[in-house]
């Protein structure tokens, strides 16, 4: 499924995508998460101080790029852990010549994806 980036209130603007994008915190942060990983290990991942992760997650979470999920085994506390939340961005020109961006979004990112590495 594919989304345009324009009015919509629940997709965020282009301008906000676009500007993550140019960010490389957020973009190492994209990098990393491979599989959902909690802030302090992305924070060793990228090598960056706590505060500049989660700032960088709060953005990125805001741009709907990566969500925070959270899951737990028995007995253990609940953990949030950060998954990125789309498998293809495309930025083009329509045949307006205005910008579009386009995330597709896959349905294969569930809890179920990371149960056992908590």
Not at 3 to 25: K, M
Not at 52 to 79: C, F, H, I, M, W
């Amino acid at each position: 499924m594919s989304l345009e980036f324009s009015s919509s209130d629940d997709a965020p603007a282009r301008e906000h995508v676009i500007g993550v994008l140019t960010d490389d915190a957020c973009r190492e942060i994209i990098a990393v998460l491979e599989e959902p990983l909690t802030v302090p290990a992305i924070a060793d991942e990228i090598e960056r101080p706590l505060s500049t992760t989660y700032r960088k997650l709060d953005r990125l979470t805001e741009s709907g790029l990566v969500r925070e999920t959270v899951g737990a085994r028995p007995g253990r506390e609940q953990k949030s852990r950060y998954v990125t939340d789309f498998d293809r961005i495309a930025i083009a020109l329509d045949d307006d010549r205005d910008v579009r961006v386009d995330v597709e979004r896959s349905n294969d990112h569930s809890i179920a994806l990371w149960k056992g590495n908590i």
